[in-house]
C-alpha cells in the first residue's frame, strides 16, 4: 500500500501539473494553490477509498477541516508536473492528513498537516462511519 518518497511513505498519490492560471506575479505557485491540490488530493482519496463527499452529505456525514499547517520549502513553476502524496491518521474523533506535494524531479516541495472532523447530522461525531471505510488505510 502506497510507495516510499523522500523516505516517507504514502496511502494514496495522485500526479498533477501547475496550470498557468495558478501562477503569481513572481511566476510561481500562488500559495493558496497548494491548499487546492491538498483537498483535490483528500477528495480523490476519499473516491479510491469508495466514498464521495456528495454520497457522504446525502448520509448527514460532513468531512469538515479544522486546522491546516503548512511549510512551504520550494516553489513549482509553470509546467511543472508533482505527485501530491498522503497518509492518514486518526486521533480520537479527528482525521489527520499528512500530505506532501513532491515535485517530478523529486524535489519537496509542500509539507502540510490537515485535521479533519467528522459531523454527523450537524453535530460533531467520532467519526466512526469514516473510520470504518479508511480502516485499511490508517496507519
Known amino acids: 500500500m502506497g510507495i516510499v518518497k523522500k523516505n516517507k511513505k504514502y496511502c494514496f498519490v495522485m500526479d ?3 496550470r498557468d492560471y495558478e501562477l503569481d506575479c513572481e511566476q510561481i505557485v500562488n500559495n493558496a494553490n497548494y491548499l487546492h491540490y491538498m483537498e483535490h ?3 480523490k482519496f476519499c473516491q479510491a477509498a469508495g466514498v464521495s463527499f456528495n454520497s457522504m452529505h446525502e448520509a448527514g456525514v460532513d468531512a ?3 486546522k491546516v499547517e503548512i511549510e512551504y520549502l520550494t516553489p513549482l513553476r509553470g509546467g511543472d508536473t508533482f505527485m501530491s ?3 492518514l491518521e486518526r486521533k480520537g474523533a479527528r482525521f ?3 500530505q506532501d506535494i513532491v515535485r517530478s524531479d523529486g524535489e519537496l516541495c509542500v509539507e502540510g498537516v490537515v485535521t479533519i472532523v ?3 447530522d450537524g453535530k460533531l461525531s467520532r467519526g466512526d462511519e469514516l473510520a470504518e471505510v479508511f480502516k485499511s488505510y490508517i496507519s
Open 64 to 66: 469538515v477541516v479544522r
Open 96 to 98: 489527520i492528513f499528512y
Open 118 to 120: 467528522i459531523l454527523k
Open 85 to 87: 502524496g498522503l497518509r
Open 16 to 18: 498533477m501539473e501547475v
Open 41 to 43: 488530493t483528500r477528495h
